[in-house]
């Protein structure tokens, strides 16, 4: 089984910043791709950014040129750093792993942490 702890959410204001973390605990081998969904109050989960295991990132459009996503393999972290932030930015961010090996040569196709409030007032 894979546990996924998000760390980093709160309250700033329109213009400011904040770091999320997540760190995958679990019988893992390794991680195919990490990222950052959020959910914004009646809307559906979207994807912010993912990044594989080679370092290859993703972004929605939303997020390019103001979100830095990272990783570090060995540890089994996803980080995203947010600049610039929106009140449009508002949502519960949810650290995701996909397709994770684990020790026992399962692949677990997708774990979800329990989510991060982010709000950026108006």
């Known amino acids: 089984q894979v546990q996924l702890v998000e760390s980093g959410g709160g309250l700033v204001q329109a213009g400011g910043s904040l770091r999320l973390s997540c760190a995958a605990s679990?019988?893992?081998?390794?991680?195919?791709?990490m990222g950052w969904y959020r959910q914004g109050s009646g809307k559906q989960r979207e994807l912010v950014a993912s990044?594989?295991?080679?370092?290859?990132?993703n972004y929605a459009d939303s997020a390019k040129g103001r979100f830095t996503i990272s990783r570090d393999n060995a540890k089994h972290t996803v980080a995203l750093q947010m600049n610039s932030l929106k009140p449009e930015d508002t949502a519960v961010y949810y650290c995701?792993?996909?397709?994770?090996?684990?020790?026992?040569?399962?692949?677990?196709?997708?774990?979800w942490g329990q989510g991060t409030q982010v709000t950026v007032p108006s």
């Open positions: 995701n792993a996909q397709s994770v090996v684990t020790t026992t040569g399962t692949i677990v196709r997708a774990s």
């Open positions: 990044m594989s295991s080679d370092g290859n990132a």
């Open positions: 679990g019988s893992i081998v390794m991680i195919h791709s």
